[in-house]
């Protein structure tokens, strides 16, 4: 039966599997609902197998219109070979129940694609390979903001036996219940579940026993990889004796410290950790167990502050890609106002009814969070709870990938403000059309209307005024209205710069080419070009770049001179660079071109040439054969069917052509060219390209020049062998390697230019038409900003991420900011009395690209007048000189009162 089911759907044409696959996943789409199963599939099988039906990226498994061209129509694709998911999976990650762990730095639609099971058992059908890679779709978010997400890394938990200390793997959903996990357990470990307790055992420490109870273990905040400790009190008052189970065995456990009731600061229930900082938490019915759960989450379970050390030195453990949200996090409690407050007792504002808040939960899990790290000294918090809380309520920074630091600071200054608002009961205003009236009425009578149903001490802190005037360019229709004004995200201007994209060869077959999109400056030479390049592929001391041009499918010129000017090199060039692992200087280089025949039999050059050195002896054709393998072997494809070559060789039917520069033909020495020394890649010596080549046998010697050029014929075979894409510069392969890197720092460009720059009168784009009242229709009018009131907290957002149809950039555009006297007197049109002098008190900063950036946080303790740098887990002072870089992406202002200036002063 199932060879015949395999019979009929291999016969099954590439339009037909097309239409199957779009069915099932419509009708997948219309059930879905939790616990729905999807398969994680390679994304770059699954390309190959869209090519071959026919249908561009993504559209089987969406209903969005064919993207079919006659191009793709007119030009059969050969049959993609069985699944291969290997690429995914880490190395040796396959659990004792059979489960596979998928590399962490997976992005969707780059790495892998989503399928419904329905989709995945056909293709299975058609196809064989595998692994298989279920995952569920799981329920995300409070009830009024339900999002049904696929969870692709599920919770992996490390299970220690205190009876012998052994190590096992378990892998649950988070949305698994504490039961299931204790079932799995028991069935692990083979012991009966009433014999048996769970603790949950983070950073080594028993920080409290997990119940067999329904909470699930994302309610618990079990962290990716953190331990649980298995237990088997069977004789408990031996154990606590001896500190040993029955069976002799040590335990890997320590005796809870004693509980001390409180009452917290914000009103409810808290225990002390045994030390001198008591700790608020939230007590449900049926949660009682979990209550001591992050009564103390310093690193190894250390005490609080001793006597005398100051508060505000904590920092942040990272749970897993959260260096975003330590970064934001630590410029938020270091803000004085925001200190103030949440040390203070303000359980009376928590606004648990307001529908667009979070029930006050995160304004409480922020709160304790910010005592915790006040109270603990330099012991490093681990902000397991407050992480729950975030990703409960905002389901987009749950997981464990990297996220953006602003976006977080947003997320999180606007649900603070709700769980903290004031009005209880928002009113119903109508604004009135004040056309005509004076600017200073009408912005009064919306901050009014603002804060009768915003009132909150984010508001009171954190939120401005800014004044917005469009134009209308047909009837000159003026409107202005005034919002409110929470941070400033300003653009940067790059007027001095110039972006380029270059494509990094290996030079010696370690690893894929990769496009590194990099800033240098208008005017800089070829040596600033390489040394951006260098920080943006993190290059070693030992290695070396060589920049060169593509033209027409072959290097056309070397930059090897580093004071070439880069105004040399157009913006349309084709430029590529070459990573040795040492320097090369003197060595002969070895360039290898790319042939392949067209339809009609036409041999047609392609892609970027391969570049490496050649050392020692003249080469022989074996010799070159060994070279053209190694660099050809990072792209070769994971899931072919072919035999793999041995002994380095490629496998037969690749014909290689041979060009030497700097060297007469004549010093081209055959020294047996019979049948038997024949390569498995012929090799032919030819004057131009359109030759046909002499063929060079295994043992021909090449007396090399300067530079010696090869010529690799690709046959269908090598095309299904190895994936030629990655040779090629096309908009598309920049986009499957979603690649952005870093840029090196550059000319100065002032914080006051950017804020002039968003100021600054624009039209609207043409997808933002303003819908002018008089003309009653949709117009391009024009937009002009202006700063009406500021707030005590300025936040100043720069805009360093850019994003386009195939790229994802990141300005690293050095910005020379104030950090003293900031003075926006000049830019506030309400003169209200208020200061307009801002003091830099805190920046969130982003290094690298936007595939491995890291986020860290400089912060200023205002008593100490002193700076520090806040790196997860890592504190240490700097010095405030230090503090102004190309990274910095946040900056945290506090306005300066004219009694702090005279205190200053003296």
């Not at 077959?509 to 208008?522: A, E, F, H, I, Q």
């Not at 598309?732 to 890197?741: E, N, P």
């Amino acid at each position: 039966m199932d060879n015949q089911a395999a019979t009929s759907c291999s016969a099954c044409s590439p339009d037909q599997e097309k239409q199957i696959v779009k069915q099932l996943t419509r009708e997948a789409e219309a059930s879905l609902k939790e616990g729905t199963l999807f398969f994680v599939v390679s994304a770059r099988w699954f390309s190959g197998w869209e090519r071959y039906v026919g249908r561009s990226a993504t559209d089987c498994l969406s209903d969005s219109p064919s993207s079919d061209s006659d191009e793709s129509t007119s030009k059969p694709v050969d049959r993609p070979g069985p699944i291969d998911n290997s690429e995914l999976i880490e190395n040796d990650s396959q659990s004792e129940g059979g489960d596979f762990d998928l590399v962490r730095t997976l992005l969707e639609g780059k790495d892998y694609v989503l399928v419904p099971q329905q989709v995945w058992e056909k293709l299975m059908q058609w196809y064989k390979g595998g692994p298989a890679l279920p995952r569920k779709v799981i329920s995300q978010g409070v009830s009024n903001k339900k999002q049904l997400n696929v969870e692709v890394y599920p919770l992996r938990l490390k299970l220690i036996d205190s009876r012998d200390e052994s190590t096992h793997i378990i892998r649950l959903s988070k949305k698994a219940s504490s039961h299931e996990l204790y079932e799995k357990v028991c069935a692990l470990r083979g012991v009966e579940r009433e014999k048996c307790l769970i603790w949950d055992y983070f950073n080594k420490r028993r920080h409290s026993r997990l119940l067999y109870s329904s909470h699930t273990l994302e309610e618990l905040n079990l962290q990716m990889d953190q331990e649980i400790l298995l237990e088997l009190p069977v004789d408990r008052s031996y154990a606590s004796q001896h500190g040993r189970d029955s069976t002799g065995n040590e335990l890997a456990v320590v005796p809870m410290e004693p509980q001390r009731s409180h009452q917290s600061i914000a009103g409810g229930s808290s225990v002390s950790n045994g030390h001198s900082t008591s700790y608020s938490l939230d007590i449900k019915p049926g949660n009682v167990d979990s209550i001591f759960k992050d009564a103390d989450e310093g690193l190894g379970g250390q005490s609080s502050s001793g006597k005398g050390e100051k508060g505000g030195l904590a920092g942040l453990q990272n749970l897993g890609n959260t260096c975003f949200m330590n970064s934001a996090l630590q410029c938020l409690v270091h803000t004085p106002p925001l200190v103030d407050y949440f040390l203070k007792d303000y359980a009376a504002e928590i606004n648990k009814e307001n529908p667009l808040g979070m029930h006050g939960e995160l304004a409480l899990a922020f709160g304790e969070l910010l005592r915790k790290l006040w109270s603990s000294g330099r012991t490093s918090i681990a902000p397991r709870a407050f992480k729950g809380k975030l990703a409960l309520f905002a389901p987009q920074f749950s997981g464990y990938n990297q996220h953006d630091s602003q976006e977080l600071l947003a997320f999180l200054l606007d649900g603070l403000h709700e769980d903290l608002n004031r009005v209880k009961r928002k009113p119903y205003l109508e604004m009135k059309d004040r056309s005509g009236h004076p600017d200073e009425e009408v912005a009064d009578e919306s901050w009014q209307y603002h804060k009768a149903r915003n009132d909150s001490v984010i508001v009171d802190v954190c939120q401005g005024q800014y004044k917005s005037t469009l134009v209308c360019p047909d009837c000159s229709k003026v409107s202005v209205t005034f919002d409110p004004l929470m941070y400033l995200s300003l653009p940067l201007p790059s007027t001095v710069t110039r972006t380029m994209t270059v494509t990094i060869f290996y030079g010696d077959g370690r690893g894929l080419p990769m496009p590194y999109t990099v800033s240098v400056s208008k005017h800089g030479q070829c040596k600033d070009l390489i040394q951006s390049l260098a920080v943006a592929c993190c290059l070693r001391t030992d290695e070396s770049l060589l920049l060169a041009e593509v033209y027409k499918n072959e290097i056309s010129r070397f930059f090897e001179n580093p004071s070439l000017l880069l105004t040399s090199i157009k913006d349309g060039e084709h430029i590529v660079a070459y990573r040795f692992p040492e320097k090369a200087t003197g060595k002969k280089k070895l360039e290898i071109l790319h042939r392949e025949s067209s339809s009609a039999g036409i041999r047609k050059y392609f892609g970027a040439p391969l570049v490496t050195y050649l050392e020692g002896e003249p080469p022989t054709g074996a010799d070159i054969d060994v070279v053209v393998s190694r660099l050809l072997s990072p792209l070769r494809r994971t899931s072919s069917s072919m035999i793999a070559h041995s002994n380095g060789e490629m496998s037969s039917g690749c014909s290689v052509e041979c060009e030497t520069k700097d060297q007469p033909m004549d010093d081209v020495v055959d020294e047996q060219d019979g049948p038997s020394q024949q390569l498995s890649n012929q090799l032919f010596l030819f004057e131009d390209r359109g030759s046909s080549g002499k063929p060079i046998f295994r043992d021909t010697v090449i007396k090399t020049g300067n530079h010696t050029k090869i010529c690799l014929d690709w046959s269908k075979e090598e095309h299904k062998l190895y994936d030629s894409s990655y040779l090629k510069d096309l908009p598309d392969v920049y986009h499957k390697t979603g690649f952005s890197a870093k840029k090196t720092r550059q000319e100065a460009i002032s914080l006051f230019s950017c804020l002039e720059a968003f100021l600054r009168e624009e039209p609207l784009g043409p997808d933002d038409m303003w819908y002018c009242p008089n003309c009653k229709e949709h117009r391009q009018a024009t937009k002009k900003l202006d700063l009406w009131m500021l707030p005590e907290i300025l936040v100043v957002h720069m805009k360093r991420f850019s994003y386009s149809r195939w790229f994802k950039n990141k300005l690293d555009t050095f910005v020379d900011f104030p950090i003293h006297d900031l003075d926006l007197s000049n830019y506030v049109k309400k003169k209200d009395g208020n200061s307009c002098t801002y003091e830099l008190y805190a920046i969130s900063n982003h290094y690298g690209g936007l595939g491995g950036g890291h986020y860290t946080a400089y912060a200023k303790l205002i008593d100490e007048d002193r700076w520090y740098s806040f790196d997860d887990s890592r504190v240490s002072p700097v010095n405030e000189e230090e503090i102004k870089t190309s990274a910095a992406y946040v900056l945290f202002y506090r306005r300066v009162k004219p009694q702090d200036k005279g205190e200053k002063t003296s």
